[in-house]
């Protein structure tokens, strides 16, 4: 079997598709699978640790927010695409794949559109609760769509094409039983919570975390994990100080969580943004959370995510414009009062969880190769 994948721009679209390529590996060993992404993106790195073969186009996003400088950028991202899109035509015809994926993201749109002009089998996965631009335009065109969960299609025009499959996680995601993971990390009994902004961290975020900190200090048996991002270092040791806050057992500040997985299995409650894959985590291991969506995502996706973790009880949602330390406070201080509520939105994040999500997507692609047959 041979398979192409193109997914970029963020690990949101990349870790998709890693897991899709990994359980694809593990069904059919033989089966050649190639990436195709953004030449300089995340996913040329991502994919080539992964060891798996990737060829990169150069290509650019459109720019949002129309000024006369994002103008330049969007005609010259019209271009690439155009380019793109012949390179792809000349992947396609040398690579013959039974079947081409995509996991969103703009490197998808030259290829998929490509394949399904040649007759080629086409899918596309959705991680987020509002398809983005180019998921709703290959929607169309694609002969399956397969999204996170039924929001998604209450976006899109056609409807007929698509299954509902959840997130795919990579298999080597160790979910671990809460005392375990805290006895692994160190952590005294009492109420824990992690929060975190994303790898470059969020200021805004981090600034009502330390107000958040110096409550639980005076209440003496909570834990907390909290990851300040790789911009934030001077910004929240300041806030430290100024607060007179110290970092020890019961308060862990980080620049980064590289064991992020113990730590969301040691967690009672889970403060972060509302990417797709973080969300896809929590149900996994079944976490209660409150979300502060990140306002600059594209289309605002992440506000829709959080929306979907919120209208089923899993989630407390705080947009940005709303977050301060006192409301992150009020809301923190209800959950602690009120341990029922915190466990039962806990049980309704893993309500919302497909556990068989790798194998759903996977069966769906190997599907079309059977069609194509």
């Given at each position: ?298 289309e605002n996706h992440q506000y829709y995510n959080a929306l979907t973790m919120s209208k089923n009880g899993a989630a407390i949602l705080i947009e940005d414009k709303d977050l301060s330390a006192e409301r992150l406070l009020k809301e923190v201080r209800y959950l602690y009062n009120n341990r029922e509520k915190l466990e039962e939105m806990g049980e309704c994040a893993a309500k919302l969880n497909i556990p068989d999500s790798t194998d759903l997507v996977v069966g769906n692609i190997l599907d079309l190769v059977k069609d194509k047959s």
């Amino acid at each position: 079997m041979r398979v192409i994948l193109a997914a970029g721009g963020t690990a949101g679209h990349i870790n998709p598709a890693l897991a899709i390529a990994d359980k694809i590996r593990e069904l059919f060993p033989d089966a050649v699978i190639k990436f195709v992404g953004a030449q300089g993106g995340m996913e040329e790195r991502l994919v080539r640790k992964a060891g798996y073969d990737f060829t990169a186009f150069k290509m650019a996003g459109l720019q949002r927010k129309l000024t006369p400088h994002n103008i330049k950028r969007n005609i010259q991202a019209v271009h690439y695409y155009i380019t793109a899109r012949g390179d792809a035509q000349k992947l396609l015809k040398e690579f013959q794949p039974d079947v081409a994926v995509g996991t969103g993201g703009y490197a998808c749109a030259p290829v998929l559109t490509a394949a399904a002009k040649m007759g080629i089998k086409t899918a596309i996965h959705e991680s987020n609760s509002l398809p983005g631009i180019t998921t709703t335009m290959l929607s169309k065109h694609v002969d399956k769509v397969l999204v996170s969960n039924e929001d998604v299609i209450s976006h899109l025009a056609r409807k007929d094409n698509c299954v509902i499959t959840g997130n795919p996680l990579r298999s080597n995601i160790p979910i671990e039983e809460r005392q375990a993971a805290r006895e692994k990390l160190g952590l005294k009994d009492g109420m824990t919570i992690v929060s975190f902004g994303g790898s470059l961290g969020a200021n805004k975020l981090s600034e009502a975390v330390v107000k958040l900190v110096k409550w639980e200090q005076e209440t003496g048996d909570i834990n907390h994990i909290h990851s300040f991002g790789g911009n934030g270092k001077d910004m929240f040791e300041g806030l430290m100080k100024a607060n007179g806050i110290e970092a020890g057992e019961r308060f862990r500040p980080k620049e980064y969580i590289d064991n992020m997985y113990t730590c969301l299995c040691a967690a009672d409650l889970v403060i972060s943004r509302a990417g797709a894959m973080t969300l896809t985590e929590l149900k996994a291991v079944g976490r209660a959370s409150i979300l502060i969506p990140f306002p600059q995502a594209a289309e605002n996706h992440q506000y829709y995510n959080a929306l979907t973790m919120s209208k089923n009880g899993a989630a407390i949602l705080i947009e940005d414009k709303d977050l301060s330390a006192e409301r992150l406070l009020k809301e923190v201080r209800y959950l602690y009062n009120n341990r029922e509520k915190l466990e039962e939105m806990g049980e309704c994040a893993a309500k919302l969880n497909i556990p068989d999500s790798t194998d759903l997507v996977v069966g769906n692609i190997l599907d079309l190769v059977k069609d194509k047959s």
